[in-house]
């Protein structure tokens, strides 16, 4: 549009041009930040990849993109304006650019000083939100959240419940421990807060309490050759495994006993082999066994048979294992890191599983590697170096 009114004869000679003029620069400005994305947001702002500008750069992008938002259809009520005074009126276009337009003109520019407006009460607030600020009391908060410890239910005990347990670890301690709502039953495995005074036998992997360490895009934040980011996108059971295995948590991402022997891993590495390679069987078998008809049309033409159907069927059965260990492994990581639910309280396990598995299952690896120390590895079953410490 810009280069057909520059190349027209009259270019920008009438009320109606400048207007279009006007309203296609400020489409271009709003269309230009927009391309950058997060490029201006502050380097390390927690929970945005690819940052890389600073405070200034963020205002000013943020201040053009809602400058440009506001104005462009500001614009469109002048031209309108402007062409209708032009069809109705016998007017000159001389004295109609000279005494209307300037005040169509301003009505545009209105944004810019609500603009200023907005940044001037907005640095206000941040002022006084800084002065009001106590980064100790905060601090403290976090801290004061524990890492909750796993207790075995001596019985079948209702929702509510206190149950005198005792500690495992050099000076026992004796205390009470609440029984989850939902109940459960002899043998099982329930998380509780810690006694005060109490600290593990074994030396444990440091991470994050009350809080994720990071975001759940936050997939390159150790580079793009990291080994736990390929495993997660390429293979994300196995990955789901090793984190299953260093949490100590079953196939089906249920809870076991601290300090018990588990063979998680292996169990999921034996799944994950056992589909694929019957899928890859079936797949051919339906190959081979494919009517000319359904083949010429492609794969969605081909008519069930007993076959295709039991592929079907375990192809399903695979995919809701997947998303339920997924989200019961998510919901204990937070339970004993006590991470509460950001959004979409009571089904935040189950969205992030659902729809974000990959992103999900890097955010649970990252949290619990501790990755600044120890090395990412594809071929162990936690994902760790043999030497590095336990989680749980």
Same mark, same amino acid.
């Given at each position: ?7 027209? $004869? ?90 209307? $337009? ?29 002065s009001k600020k106590e980064p100790l ?50 043998? $099982? ?16 992997? $440091? ?6 360490? !990071? ?75 494919? !009517? ?45 890191y006590s991470i509460p639910e950001q ?23 990252r949290h619990t590697g501790e990755y ?21």
């Amino acid at each position: 549009m810009i280069y057909m009114i520059l190349q027209s $004869e009259i270019k920008l000679g009438t009320p109606f041009h400048h207007h279009i003029f006007a309203m296609c620069i400020v489409d271009l400005l709003q269309s230009g930040v927009a391309l950058l994305s997060t490029l201006p947001s502050p380097v390390d702002t927690p929970g945005i990849w690819g940052a890389y500008g600073n405070e200034m750069t963020c205002s000013i992008t943020g201040f053009i993109f809602f400058y440009a938002s506001n104005a462009a259809p500001l614009y469109i009520a002048p031209s309108a304006s402007t062409a209708s005074a032009s069809c109705n009126t016998k007017s000159h276009k001389k004295a109609l650019r000279e005494r209307i $337009e300037p005040f169509l003109q301003a009505g545009a520019l209105r944004p810019l000083t609500y603009n200023l407006q907005q940044v001037q009460a907005l640095e206000m607030i941040a002022q006084q939100i800084d002065s009001k600020k106590e980064p100790l009391a905060v601090n403290a908060a976090v801290v004061s959240s524990p890492k909750f410890i796993r207790v075995i239910a001596p019985s079948n005990l209702p929702g509510g419940y206190q149950v005198a347990v005792q500690t495992d670890n050099e000076q026992p301690i004796t205390f009470m421990a609440t029984v989850p709502m939902e109940g459960v039953k002899a043998g $099982e495995v329930f998380l509780t807060p810690p006694p005060p005074g109490y600290a593990s036998t074994f030396p444990q992997v $440091e991470a994050p309490i009350g809080r994720w360490k !990071d975001g759940l895009c936050d997939c390159f934040n150790y580079g793009c050759c990291h080994a736990q980011l390929w495993l997660s996108f390429l293979c994300p059971e196995i990955a789901m495994g090793q984190v299953m295995q260093r949490m100590r948590l079953t196939w089906l991402g249920g809870l076991v006993e601290s300090h018990s022997r588990v063979d998680t891993f292996k169990t999921v590495l034996i799944i994950v082999v056992c589909y694929n390679v019957f899928s890859a069987a079936m797949d051919t078998y339906l190959a081979y066994n494919a !009517d000319p008809a359904a083949a010429y049309y492609g794969y969605g033409a081909r008519k069930a048979t007993p076959v295709s159907m039991i592929k079907d069927a375990v192809s399903f059965l695979y995919m809701c294992w997947s998303l339920f260990a997924l989200c019961q492994t998510r919901r204990n990581v937070r339970r004993t890191y006590s991470i509460p639910e950001q959004s979409c309280s009571g089904c935040e396990d189950c969205l992030c599983s659902t729809f974000c598995t990959c992103c999900t299952i890097g955010q649970i690896a990252r949290h619990t590697g501790e990755y600044e120390k120890y090395p990412s590895l594809c071929c162990t079953e936690t994902g760790l170096p043999d030497h590095a410490p336990s989680v749980v």
